[in-house]
């Protein structure tokens, strides 16, 4: 079955601190993955994206990502936190190349609530 | 990417009452999706809208309950219909776009008293 887990509900972290903030998948196929940040009362911005190549993918705000296949996983990081990162950040996985196909939608994990401490 | 603009950003509905959330996309764009974010929790989607064809509903969602409309390949609606409290969350379209990155709106936040 196709699943995405973020195992940690909410984590609290201190301004400057670094962030990890983790996602393993569960895909029969190639996937692609997503890392989105959502503020209060917000739709979805997209921080980064996997498709293929480097491993190591650099997105928006200075948060990284590494796909690793052999763990399925694809964690989220920060090396100093700001207070303004606080929100909730969704890891998404979606069909790699069948674009077109029935199969189009993005699967979310459950999210993880980021609070950052003064 | 594609920019998206949906509304209402909110509102409050009495029960029994009909909404319907605009999303209108700055380019063309063949994939459009409809998603339910319940409070707390992830995001799922209803469906997909189709140009020029009925929308494909996930389990657990229907027609006549969301009917959704898609005249262009810029523009959709989608109508929660007949509404209860059950149906207070967060609604969002989203587009995949060209490089595959798929985008969402900012998003309607349903109140329904």
């Known amino acids: 079955a196709q699943s995405v887990t973020q195992p940690d509900i909410h984590i609290t972290v201190s301004e400057g601190a670094s962030l990890e903030l983790r996602c393993n998948y569960s895909?029969?196929?190639?996937?692609?993955l997503f890392w989105y940040v959502q503020s209060p009362g917000q739709g979805l911005q997209l921080l980064l994206k996997?498709?293929?190549?480097?491993?190591l993918v650099q997105g928006i705000k200075g948060f990284e990502a590494e796909f690793k296949r052999s763990q399925s996983s694809f964690n989220l990081r920060k090396p100093s936190v700001h207070w303004s990162d606080a929100a909730e950040y969704f890891c998404a996985v979606g069909p790699g190349g069948d674009y077109g196909g029935a199969t189009n939608k993005l699967i979310f994990g459950t999210g993880t609530l980021l609070a950052v401490q003064p | 990417s594609a920019v998206i603009s949906q509304k209402p950003s909110r509102d409050i509905c009495q029960r029994g009452t009909s909404l319907t959330i605009q999303c209108q996309v700055d380019s063309q764009v063949t994939m459009m999706f409809w998603y339910r974010q319940q409070p707390g929790q992830s995001l799922t989607l209803i469906a997909t809208a189709n140009q020029g064809s009925e929308a494909t509903y996930e389990s657990g969602f229907v027609i006549d309950k969301f009917p959704i409309s898609r005249p262009n390949l810029t523009f959709s609606t989608l109508t929660v219909s007949n509404m209860s409290p059950e149906d207070s969350s967060i609604y969002l379209c989203?587009?995949?776009?060209?490089?595959?990155?798929?985008?969402f709106g900012s998003g309607t936040r349903l109140t329904v008293v």
């Open positions: 989203s587009v995949l776009g060209e490089g595959s990155g798929y985008t």
């Open positions: 996997y498709f293929s190549g480097d491993t």
């Open positions: 895909y029969g196929a190639t996937p692609y």
